[in-house]
């Protein structure tokens, strides 16, 4: 099998437009986040959805013994929370000036998200350098507004044609 160069492999599926979304947890009574762009629904009846955080992320790590997450879908304003929650240290002050409250689960909902899918954890399987993490969808809501999407390493937004 050729072998694939990690560089050309992140370039050419940078040409894949992802949402933006900010996965949300407890740890004990501290909130953490993390900037994710793999996201998907997985199942309708049951109600599934799944993201992928990499193996060597602190913030997974430090949400998933509470076994329930937050998906906050984020819009075209909130690009700065898109970095803020993408920075591979976190000092803690992720949440500084960000209004959150909780639904179900107790993990965190931001404050302006286009959509948020509150989670509990159903199961985690390793895949390569990242995890799947299966949730079963606990409750949810969406508003108006226009996507934050990322494509070729930048921000923007979508132009319907």
């Known amino acids: ?46 109600p599934l959805v799944g993201f992928l955080p990499g193996r060597t992320s602190s913030s997974w790590e ?10 906050n879908v984020l819009g075209a304003g909130q690009g ?23 639904e179900a689960t107790g993990a965190p909902v931001i404050d302006g998200s286009l959509a948020w899918i509150d989670c509990e954890t159903e199961q985690v399987i390793e895949m390569g350098d990242h995890y799947f993490v299966l949730g079963a969808v606990k409750a949810l809501g969406g508003a108006d507004g226009d996507p934050l999407l990322f494509f ?5 937004t979508f132009s319907p044609i």
Do not use: K, Q, Y
Request: net charge negative; charged share 15%.
């Open 152 to 156: 070729r390493g930048g921000l923007g």
């Open 1 to 46: 099998m050729p072998s694939i160069d990690p560089n050309e492999f992140r370039r050419v599926l940078g040409h894949f437009p992802t949402g933006v979304t900010v996965v949300t947890g407890m740890n004990g009574a501290e909130p953490v986040g993390l900037t994710i762009g793999s996201f998907t629904s997985v199942s309708l009846d049951p």
């Open 62 to 71: 430090a949400m998933a013994p509470a076994g329930s997450f937050c998906v």
């Open 80 to 102: 700065d929370t898109c970095w803020t929650f993408a920075r591979s240290s976190d000092d803690g002050s992720r949440f500084d000036g960000l209004d959150w409250h909780t």
